[in-house]
């Protein structure tokens, strides 16, 4: 069965530290990843299409965390990846291979759309006590990238982005 991250999950879960969370429960690192010029989708395709195209993404990323995370639409076009008993390597090239499969067309009504997105992520402990701080700082570094550039992955830092 695959996990679905709400919004209203996330912000119950966001607030507790995350030392204090039973083993099974544990969560090393969020991601958060922006659809690059998803307003030119909407003004192209439409208002319908582009809501299908955010429900086509969310379902590709679950299906791409699947087995060591859970991800879910966090609003707009921002999504939220919660990863699982993972060390900062194995984040770092998971974060790469969704960044990746992301950029695959996804096709509809006949149409492929190609599209590029920003990803942020941090990681327990480096980077924040909770999970409201590990997404804060998740949304950092994808800003970040964002302004440098967009359609890539950024790993908060604290020398580089300030300490938030």
């Known amino acids: 069965m695959k996990s679905v991250l709400t919004a209203a999950a996330l912000a119950a879960a966001a607030a507790l530290p995350l030392t204090a969370l039973p083993a099974a429960a544990f969560d090393p690192a969020r991601g958060e990843a922006d659809l690059d010029a998803f307003k030119a989708i909407n003004d192209a395709f439409g208002h319908q299409v582009g809501d299908q195209l955010l429900h086509m993404v969310g379902q590709r990323l679950r299906e791409l965390v699947e087995g060591w995370g859970t991800a879910g639409r966090l609003s707009g076009d921002e999504f939220v ?9 194995k984040i770092k ?24 997105v920003s990803m942020g992520v941090s990681v327990f ?12 700082h998740a949304d950092t570094a994808m800003f970040s ?20």
Do not use: C, M, W
Not at 81 to 89: F, L, P, Q, S, T
């Open 145 to 164: 990238i964002k302004h440098n550039g967009k359609n890539a992955v950024g790993f908060y830092d604290p020398s580089v982005h300030g300490l938030t």
């Open 93 to 116: 090239r998971e974060s790469r291979r969704v960044h990746g499969a992301l950029h695959q067309p996804l096709v509809l009504q006949g149409q492929p759309i190609a599209l590029t």
């Open 81 to 89: 990846i919660v990863a699982r008993h993972a060390d900062r390597e």
């Open 125 to 136: 402990p480096q980077d924040g006590q909770t999970g409201r701080e590990l997404l804060r």
